[in-house]
């Protein structure tokens, strides 16, 4: 079994930063590709960041140049570091992961729970 748990999201001004933390814990052999994604209501879920393996990093044109994704790989944690945060940045944020439990077993995607970001004035 494979747990995801987000933290760092809460209420900002608009300006303001937040730094969100994904922790994943459990039957981990590898993680593979890992993203941000983001909903807000009435929204489709979209994907915010992401980065890969090698470390190859992807962003939404809408948070290119205020956000950035990172990664621990010995603390199989993922960061996303957002600043110059705006009103429509608000949504609950949900980490993805992709694991491979063991050797013997196929790469499966997990999701967790969600942290609440709100921006407003």
């Known amino acids: 079994q494979v747990q995801l748990v987000e933290s760092g999201g809460g209420q900002v001004q608009p300006g303001e930063s937040l730094r969100l933390s994904c922790v994943a814990s459990g039957r981990i052999s590898d993680i593979y590709g890992m993203a941000w994604y983001r909903q807000a209501p009435g929204n489709q879920r979209e994907l915010v960041a992401q980065?890969?393996?090698?470390?190859?990093?992807n962003y939404a044109d809408s948070v290119k140049g205020r956000f950035t994704i990172s990664r621990d790989s010995a603390k199989n944690t993922m960061y996303l570091q957002m600043n110059s945060l705006k009103p429509e940045d608000t949504a609950v944020y949900l980490c993805n992961v992709h694991v491979r439990s063991s050797r013997l077993t196929p790469i499966i995607p997990y999701w967790g729970q969600g942290t609440q970001v709100t921006v407003s004035s």
């Open positions: 980065i890969t393996s090698d470390g190859f990093t």
